[in-house]
């Protein structure tokens, strides 16, 4: 089950359509606490998957921000290091 969905604004380039689909996926999976539907909500699930994608573009289309855009890769090695020193690794001895 997801835990977290990702920050799509305000980045340069901008959410790809693949990015809005994930989090979109991940938002219905966490709401209705399903992973992987049954054959019988399996329409439903990817209808409601879709709008939310709908919505979160349009969201991302029109939200003003003042600030700069984020860079990718520099976020991406900020959490790292985040992770890296949340979860050290640790040596192993042969």
């Given amino acids: 089950m997801c835990r977290n969905i990702k920050v799509l604004s305000n980045f340069e380039p901008p959410a790809t359509q693949d990015e809005v ?4 996926l991940q938002f219905v999976r966490k709401v209705s606490g399903s992973t992987k539907p049954s054959r ?8 409601d998957v879709d709008e939310v994608s709908d919505v979160v573009d349009r969201l991302l289309q029109e939200l003003v921000t003042p600030g700069t855009p984020r860079d990718r890769e520099e976020e991406a090695a900020k959490a790292s290091a985040r992770s890296e020193k949340r979860f050290p690794k640790t040596l192993q001895t042969a």
């Fill in 40 to 47: 019988a909500n399996g329409a439903i699930f990817d209808r």
């Fill in 21 to 24: 689909r994930a989090a979109s």
